[in-house]
């Protein structure tokens, strides 16, 4: 039987925000927060926090998209960040927090561009979403990941996280892996 599953991977401030709530979405079979985009082979998470590596943090969301589509993800993803702040999330700032999709194709990129254009009408400021090629995927660290899941109580996950996944659960309910 053929892989029916794609790669979507997006950058919108914390990774640990955007995993959390793309874990909740019904279709998506797995979440991985990682880094993307910059010039260092390996990066650590010290060192893309410098700024001087080029990556951001990212999701790699696997996804079947027989049950939810590319598009809906984006729109998710549109829904959850401010797509107008220049390397900036709340009070997340450096190029590692930067707003991107990473394409992995042609069918890709051409719905990440369409999204931009459409999200765009729901914002005063413009829009700085990179819409650029996929490159090597970097996983972070092992305590990185399902972080929000393994950590409730810090204290970043309860004013930053939790607040995001709260208004995904609620605007989004038609989406959700789990009853509301």
């Known amino acids: 039987m053929a892989d029916t599953h794609e790669v979507a991977t997006l950058a919108g401030g914390c990774f640990w925000c955007l995993e959390a709530v793309y874990q909740d979405v019904q279709g998506v079979s797995k979440v991985v927060s990682g880094y993307m985009g910059g010039h260092v ?11 001087n590596t080029g990556h951001a943090e990212v999701v790699q969301v696997t996804f079947d998209p027989s049950q939810v589509a590319y598009e809906d993800l984006l729109g998710i993803f549109f ?16 190029t590692q927090y930067r707003s991107a999709v990473f394409y992995h194709s042609d069918e890709q990129k051409e719905a990440a561009e369409r999204m931009v254009t459409e999200a765009q ?21 092992d305590y990185h990941q399902n972080y929000f899941l393994n950590n409730p109580g810090q204290p970043y996950c309860m004013a930053v996280v939790a607040p995001k996944v709260t208004k995904f659960r609620k605007y989004y309910s038609d989406k959700l892996r789990i009853a509301s």
């Open 41 to 51: 082979d390996n990066p650590t998470y010290r060192a893309v926090c410098t700024g």
């Open 79 to 94: 829904g959850i960040h401010d797509p107008t702040t220049l390397n900036r999330q709340g009070g997340d700032v450096g």
């Open 121 to 141: 009408q729901a914002w005063d400021n413009s829009i700085v979403t990179e819409v650029t090629p996929a490159v090597t995927f970097y996983e972070a660290e």
